[in-house]
């Protein structure tokens, strides 16, 4: 029999190495455990770093959808960008904001002075990539749609405005004027607004008029005449330097209507010369339009306008419909410096911005902005918006075509930064067919292979330096907003649709010009030959200028 001291060595000699498996065992526990830990660890890091690049690049597609819709706010979305990496051919503009970051900006359906566009925002930070997408609504409020409108309008030859509204600052020169029974002329009749008078050339011979009961009684009878408004007020944006003024005296006055200030209270010079022609002594410089019918409540929107429309008179040189100056008129001998003392005219002038705001509306369905008003003519039509009158009305410029005024000038910048291909000549140049190779606003080259067609309208530039003149030769049609920044001769046979904008003269050589739909300068517009402009309706035209910008869907692809 052995002893327990024999038998208990027995017992550890059979457990040998035990311990040794046992902290193994434990060690490889502790290995996997943290080995998990760390996996872990990682992964939410991981994650974390791929949600933070999410965040990130959501945050600069956003931004880049509202950095283009400011672009298209301010009119200048396609000029200020360079592209830096390939483009979607179906693009209208493309470019790249900043490192990583790429925005398009795609037509998606044009109407007249307005359009819904597409934002696509691609952005990537990291490890993540967002592609954001928005459709905006833009709307031109520079000056009305499918209008004749320049600085002054001189028509001879065989130039005729066949119908559509013609408004200019200073004075209208007719060959043949616009008349509501012309072949395609539609409702609402059209009307002639001037800021100063309005004329006919022979056969027609109608001598200057400086009011609408003048007119009237320079060709009794005739209605298309009875709608010649001469005398008219002239307009500013809301931004310029008579725009802050008079925005600076509403503010100051509309608490105390009819009760302006010492420092608006100016009277204009005795013996100053109105638009009209009639001595201004002793007028108030500032003060309101309430724009209130007879026996019918003001068309001005209480809430809006308390006082009225704020105006200013301010005085111009005004140049006759030869192009020289006036010999009589007297101008603000306060100014500084100080204008000659002939060739002036002292102009109503009011701010664009409310008188679009409170006389015109935004049709969704023409995509377009039109008259408030019934087109028939008949009034008290139903408001359709903010713009209310007492009785849930709405102003009237239709039935009441007195209250009307004068756009300003285009923003010359804008229209001139903003469009698809561009042909310079610094002295002009001679367009006979397609293709032509031009620029686009950021310098890159683009190939014009028409002026737009109706299914892809575009915005097209004649570019020359001053004094530079364009000759267009051959049978061409278009589609959209063209731009002819000089002087341009047409010998052959043109019909454009949409909007042209001339800076300088348009002439029709041997050729024949037709414009469906608007016909601005930036200028002096002069008409010479067989040119007819039928104005009015909802022509397509591309949109270009400052604009109002209304957000409709936004997606994430």
């Not at 310098?443 to 004649?462: E, K, Y």
Request: proline share 7%.
């Amino acid at each position: 029999m052995q002893s327990p001291v024999s038998e208990m060595l027995k017992h550890i000699a059979r457990e040998r190495g035990a311990a040794l498996v046992t902290v193994l065992l434990f060690v490889v526990l502790i290995f996997i455990l943290i080995s998990a830990m760390l996996a872990v660890s990682g992964n939410e890091a991981i994650v974390a770093s791929l949600q933070r690049d999410s965040v990130q690049a959501e945050d600069l597609a956003q931004a880049g959808i509202q950095d283009a819709t400011r672009r298209i706010m301010y009119g200048r979305y396609s000029a200020q960008f360079t592209s830096t990496v390939p483009c979607p051919t179906t693009a209208t503009w493309c470019g790249a904001g900043w490192p990583g970051v790429t925005v398009t900006v795609t037509r998606v359906f044009i109407g007249t002075n307005a359009g819904y566009l597409q934002i696509d925002a691609t952005a990537t930070a990291g490890r993540a990539t967002r592609h954001l997408t928005a459709l905006v609504l833009q709307q031109v409020i520079a000056f009305p749609p499918n209008i004749t409108f320049a600085a002054s309008v001189a028509s001879n030859g065989a130039a005729t405005i066949a119908c559509g509204d013609v408004y200019s600052s200073s004075f209208i020169q007719y060959k043949n004027y616009p008349t509501n029974t012309a072949p395609g002329c539609t409702n609402p009749p059209p009307i002639t607004y001037a800021g100063w008078r309005t004329s006919a050339v022979p056969p027609l011979g109608i001598a200057a008029c400086y009011t609408n009961a003048a007119c009237k009684l320079a060709y009794p009878g005739n209605n298309d005449v009875a709608r010649w408004w001469p005398g008219t007020r002239v307009t500013a944006a809301a931004s310029s330097t008579v725009g802050l003024t008079l925005l600076g005296f509403q503010n100051t006055t509309d608490a105390v209507c009819n009760n302006p200030g010492p420092s608006y209270n100016t009277v204009l010079p005795s013996g100053s010369t109105l638009q009209d022609n009639t001595p201004g002594s002793g007028l108030k410089q500032f003060g309101y339009d309430k724009d209130t019918p007879i026996s019918v409540q003001s068309q001005l929107v209480p809430a809006l306008f308390p006082c009225g429309l704020p105006y200013e008179y301010i005085s111009q040189v005004v140049k006759d419909e030869g192009g020289a100056v006036l010999p009589d008129g007297t101008c603000d001998p306060s100014a500084v410096p100080p204008q000659p003392l002939v060739g002036c005219r002292w102009f109503k002038t009011i701010i664009f911005d409310q008188w679009f705001q409170n006389y015109w509306r935004f049709d969704q369905i023409q995509l377009t902005p039109v008259k408030r008003g019934n087109p028939n003519g008949s009034g008290n039509q139903p408001c359709v918006d903010a713009i209310c009158l007492s009785g849930n009305v709405q102003p009237d410029l239709i039935l009441y075509p007195q209250f009307g005024a004068v756009p300003p000038f285009p923003d010359t910048s804008t229209v001139m930064s903003n469009y698809d291909c561009m042909l310079y000549g610094a002295a002009g140049g001679t367009l006979n067919s397609f293709p032509q190779t031009g620029t686009k606003p950021n310098g890159s080259p683009c190939t014009m292979t028409d002026l737009g067609t109706a299914s892809n309208p575009g915005i097209f530039v004649l570019g020359c330096a001053s004094g530079g003149n364009w000759t267009i030769n051959g049978n061409l049609t278009g589609y959209g907003t063209l731009v002819m920044n000089c002087n341009s001769v047409i010998n052959g046979t043109v019909t454009y649709n949409g909007t042209i904008i001339v800076n300088g003269q348009l002439q029709a050589g041997t050729g024949n010009v037709t414009v469906n739909g608007g016909l601005v300068a930036l200028s002096t517009l002069q008409l010479i030959g067989n040119i007819t402009v039928n104005g009015g309706g909802t022509v397509t035209s591309v949109p270009t200028g400052t604009s109002n910008v209304y957000g409709k869907a936004w997606w994430e692809r």
